[in-house]
Every structure is written in structure tokens, then in C-alpha cells.
């Protein structure tokens, strides 16, 4: 699986102030786009004339409800770091909640019922601004002196703001010229791959203002739960793969090289994802961690971390909605939907065909937990953890999520090697011994070893 850019040249600049900066960022917009005239609003549309440095923040409902469209009708405006087109109308389906943020003041119309829009005057962007233009600096000092650019870690408890905040880094950076690698390590609410993965994949534009990157060829690898607690020392060992991978891809190119990394994390910070959190930190050879709202972590970071890795405190947008299960589980099976069926924008039609039991060869990993005095001489439950164990196919595969690896052999090498897509259970046959899968690509399912996953996908159409 590739993922390496192709446009490679490099690019330089002096150091800039954070005010100095907000002109700075590379506008997409024609000219006369930003100066377009405000439109007569229609009577089906509302109009928010929004001052410099304030945001409409918006929650479509999730479920049934119809999506809101939105528009730039004069100024500029971004979302997470996207810029707005003037003129153009931008669709968010149920379930979507974001901010439009002006830093020069804007006039902003709105078709349809979002469940909640207003406008806020406090956030935080300045803030997240200063910290790209501390970020951007200390990509040039790494230009200059031809090192390795800042990798960037966002830290913080559930519902924060860390992969908004991810985003918006990275899409002004890629505003600036620059592209850098965006690693989610976060299982349970993956920005680009599916739950149950790590993945990190090469950023060489802003995303689209609902929030997608352009990936073309992420790299993913399986972990095979959205619970991030279900193996942590499988985690880190992947954590340890990825590392790796991204050490290779910066090293791969000058341009990617200087712009570095930011990494998503999820919110577990506690015991466990607190251990986890720390090994990321020195395997993936952090500068700096930022963490969003939480204190707590902040010290405990800063006690912890080498004298090296710097670590900041900063607040959260107090527009970052907090999600309930129920609206976590919901948005996990839209990502899922989304990778079979694609969006409102991009339809793909899925095939679905049976495969016999005797053709699969669908592996787990981690065995079981058993009492020491059941365990064969010399192993210990912790291998146990790491062991790659053959999933004989019954009943139980229904519904559930499958990742075909790169590797084509079962051996120890498996549990580290990339995925390359997946795959899902929608029917078992005991009697005539086969499955029905649905598929990206029609039959016959490629070589390579089926990776199972606790994910399950239900699937509504
Ligand atoms: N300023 C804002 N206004 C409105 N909505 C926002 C704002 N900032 C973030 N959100 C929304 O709040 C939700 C939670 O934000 P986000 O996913 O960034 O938090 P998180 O800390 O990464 O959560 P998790 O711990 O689940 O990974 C998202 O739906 C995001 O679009
Ligand atoms: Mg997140």
C-alpha cells in the first residue's frame, strides 16, 4: 500500500505572529468570491451576519432529520480550518455538528432546521491559532538546520475537542504549503479508517468542510475493537508498528519530512490509557503534546514525559458537544456505512457474494485468558495476548466486521501488517457450510489472512 506523495517541492518563509498569520493562511477563494455581494436570502433560508473572530455553531438532529444547507453569502469563513467557498452551498446530514468561524466577519445563510445554531463570540480559536503559528515555526527551524519537522500530539479526556482541533492544525498547515502526516490512534472514533483501526495517511490538502480528508492510500492497521481497553498490550505493540512506518515516511521526503506529524489520541487517559498514552509519546518521538482541558493530565504529563517533549495546557471550544453512547455507537456505524456505501456526495455499490468456510481462513488476536496452571510450560498470559488464533467459521461471524490483511500467511508477522480492506458478515449458512459477505470489490475475495474484529455493523440498507 503506498502512501507517498507525489508533488514534492519545498517551501520557505519567515516566522510569523499569530495576527500576521490569519492573512497568512493560503485563501483557495478567488478574490472575487471573497468580495461577493450578500444574496437575497429566500423565504426557506435564515441569514447570520457574524462579526470578526465569531462562530455559528451548529447541530443538525440526529436520525430521520433532513440536512441543513449551508452558505457563505459574503466574507470568509471556515470550518475547522476548511475555507468556505462564497457562493457555494455546503450540505451536513443528521447527526452533524460543527462551528463557521470568521476571522474577518461574515454573512452566513441557512436552509433547513438545524435542531441548534447560535452564534458565540468566546472561542478559543485564537489560542489554537498561536499554537499552528509555534507549530509552523518550529517546522522552519527544522527546514533550516534539514531535521525532522515537530510531531504534534493532541491529548485530553473524551469530548474535548482533540480531533476538531487535529483537524484544524492540519488544515492550516496544509494552508501554508505544508503536508503532514495525520496519525488517529484513537479505535473507538477513527477520523479516517474504520473503528477497530490505527491508521495514518499523508495530508496534502484542507479537508472538505464535513470534515473528510482526501486519503487516498491510508495506512491502517487492525486492532479489532473499538474498545481501546480490549488489548493495550497489543495496542502498544502497534503503536510501535506505526511508529516505525511514520519515522519511514517522514524520512522518505523532504517536504513531509519538515512538516512532521500531529497525532489524534482517544480519550482514555486514565491507569491503562494512561500507560498507552505515555508509550505513544516515546515511540513516536513526540516534541509536543497539547492537552485539551484537563489539568489533571496535564501534570501528570509533565511529570512524566522526558525534559525533551513539550507539554501545553489549553482550553476546550465550549461548542465541542458531548456525545452519549448511543451517539458514539451511532456515529461508529455511519463511518461503517460510509466505507460500503459512501455518502450523500459519493454513492458505492457494495457486492455481496457466499463464500465457502472451507476458502476462509479468519484469524484472532490474543487467546484467551486461562489460570497459569493451564498454560503450556514457559508461556505466560501475556504471549497470550500477542497470539494469532484460528477462528473456525460459525453463527457467531454474524454481523461482524473483517479485515483482510497484506499478509497472506499466518505467522507472527501477521498481527503487524497493514490491512487492506474489509469486509462484513451479513449471513451464515451452517448447512451449506458458507458465508455472505459484503464487499468493496466483487468476487473473488483477494489472498490474505481475515482479521477478526468485535465490530459489528448494522447494516439499514
Ligand atoms: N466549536 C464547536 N462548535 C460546535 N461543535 C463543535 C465545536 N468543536 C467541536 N465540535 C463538535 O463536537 C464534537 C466532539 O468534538 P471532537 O470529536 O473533536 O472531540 P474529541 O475530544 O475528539 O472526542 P473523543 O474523545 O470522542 O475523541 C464533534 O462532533 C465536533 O464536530
Ligand atoms: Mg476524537
Known amino acids: 500500500m503506498s502512501w507517498v506523495a507525489e508533488n514534492e517541492e519545498e517551501k520557505g518563509g519567515g516566522v510569523l505572529s499569530p495576527r500576521r498569520m490569519i492573512g497568512r493562511i493560503v485563501s483557495f477563494s478567488s478574490g472575487a468570491e471573497m468580495e461577493g455581494g450578500t444574496k437575497t436570502p429566500s423565504s426557506d433560508s435564515k441569514e447570520y451576519r457574524l462579526k470578526p473572530e465569531e462562530e455559528l455553531r451548529l447541530e443538525v438532529a440526529e436520525g430521520k432529520s433532513d440536512s441543513v444547507k449551508l452558505e457563505l453569502a459574503q466574507g470568509m469563513a471556515e470550518i475547522f480550518g476548511t475555507e468556505l467557498v462564497c457562493g457555494n452551498s455546503y450540505s451536513f446530514g443528521p447527526g452533524s455538528k460543527l462551528a463557521v468561524f470568521t476571522w474577518h466577519g461574515c454573512t452566513l445563510s441557512i436552509k433547513g432546521t438545524p435542531e441548534m445554531a447560535y452564534v458565540a463570540r468566546d472561542t478559543p ?53 505544508r503536508s503532514p502526516l495525520y496519525v488517529d490512534l484513537d479505535v473507538g472514533q477513527s477520523g479516517f479508517g474504520i473503528p477497530g483501526t490505527i491508521g495514518a495517511s499523508l495530508v496534502e490538502q484542507p479537508a472538505s468542510p464535513d470534515g473528510e480528508f482526501a486519503n487516498k492510500a491510508p495506512l491502517l492497521y487492525h486492532y479489532g475493537s473499538s474498545n481501546m481497553g480490549a488489548n493495550p498490550k497489543f495496542f502498544k505493540e502497534l503503536c510501535r508498528v506505526m511508529a516505525d512506518a511514520v519515522q519511514k515516511r517522514l524520512d522518505a521526503s523532504k517536504k513531509v519530512k519538515y512538516s512532521g506529524a500531529l497525532i489524534n489520541t482517544a480519550g482514555w487517559v486514565k491507569d491503562e490509557g494512561y ?94 485468558v486461562v489460570p497459569k496452571s493451564c498454560l503450556p510450560i514457559g508461556m505466560t498470559n501475556e504471549d497470550a495476548e500477542m497470539k494469532l488464533v484460528q477462528v473456525a467459521p460459525s453463527k457467531e461471524l454474524l454481523n461482524h466486521m473483517l479485515s483482510l490483511s497484506h499478509a497472506t500467511v499466518d505467522d507472527e508477522k501477521t498481527i503487524s501488517t497493514n490491512i487492506r480492506g ?40
Open 422 to 461: 474489509f469486509i462484513y458478515v451479513t449471513n451464515v449458512d451452517v448447512e451449506r457450510q458458507t458465508v455472505t459477505i459484503l464487499s468493496p470489490q466483487p468476487r473473488p475475495l483477494p489472498d490474505g489472512v481475515l482479521l477478526w474484529s468485535d465490530v459489528r455493523f448494522i447494516d439499514a440498507n
Open 275 to 368: 500507560s498507552c498514552l505515555l508509550f505513544a509519546v516515546t515511540t513516536f518521538n513526540v516534541d509536543l503534546i497539547i492537552v485539551l482541558d484537563q489539568e489533571r493530565l496535564y501534570n501528570e504529563l509533565v511529570r512524566d514525559v522526558p525534559p525533551s517533549v513539550h507539554v501545553v495546557y489549553q482550553p476546550k471550544s465550549a461548542g465541542v458537544v458531548e456525545r452519549s453512547k448511543r451517539t458514539r455507537f451511532a456515529s461508529r456505524m455511519s463511518r461503517l456505512r460510509n466505507y460500503f456505501y459512501g455518502n450523500f456526495e459519493s454513492t458505492y455499490f457494495p457486492h455481496t457474494f457466499d463464500v465457502k468456510f472451507s476458502d476462509l481462513r479468519i484469524f484472532k488476536i490474543g487467546a484467551p
Open 125 to 177: 480559536m485564537i489560542i489554537y491559532l498561536n499554537t499552528h503559528a509555534g507549530v509552523e515555526t518550529l517546522r522552519k527551524r527544522a527546514e533550516k538546520a534539514e531535521k525532522r519537522g515537530p510531531v504534534v500530539m493532541l491529548a485530553g479526556p473524551v469530548d474535548v475537542g482533540k480531533s476538531t482541533v487535529t483537524r484544524i492544525l492540519l488544515n492550516y498547515a496544509t494552508r501554508m504549503g
